[in-house]
Nanobody
Framework: QVQLVESGGGLVQAGDSLRLSCAAS????????MGWFRQAPGKEREFVAR????????SYSDSVKGRFTISRDNAKNTVSLQMNSLKPEDTAVYYC????????????WGQGTQVTVSS
């Protein structure tokens, strides 16, 4: 079993930066694809960013492309999301997820961390 724990959320102003981290335990995730998702109040959970096990390939939603950067440290079993130029519409609970087969099906989820961006 894999446990994912997010941290780094908080309240910031528009234009600020924030860095989210996700620590994994239970087994090494070096062969897993990792991702970040978010869910705003009253909305469905949406994809934010994804990184392959090797770290060599990343993908982003159009709404965060150019502002957010996903990275991973396989030695530390962590994945991060650097968020720059934050906007009020980025306000959401952010979730870390792991895809053990890199098949697009997310097998494990964290509990989420709140990010609130004030205007």
């Amino acid at each position: 079993q894999v446990q994912l724990v997010e941290s780094g959320g908080g309240l910031v102003q528009a234009g600020d930066s924030l860095r989210l981290s996700c620590a994994a335990s239970g087994r090494t995730l070096s062969s897993y694809a990792m991702g970040w998702f978010r869910q705003a109040p009253g909305k469905e959970r949406e994809f934010v960013a994804r990184i392959r096990w090797s770290g060599g390939h990343t993908s982003y939603s159009d709404s965060v492309k150019g502002r957010f950067t996903i990275s991973r440290d396989n030695a530390k079993n962590t994945v991060s999301l650097q968020m720059n130029s934050l906007k009020p519409e980025d306000t959401a609970v952010y979730y870390c997820a792991a895809d053990k087969s890199s098949d697009g099906l997310w097998d494990y989820w964290g509990q989420g961390t709140q990010v609130t961006v004030s205007s």
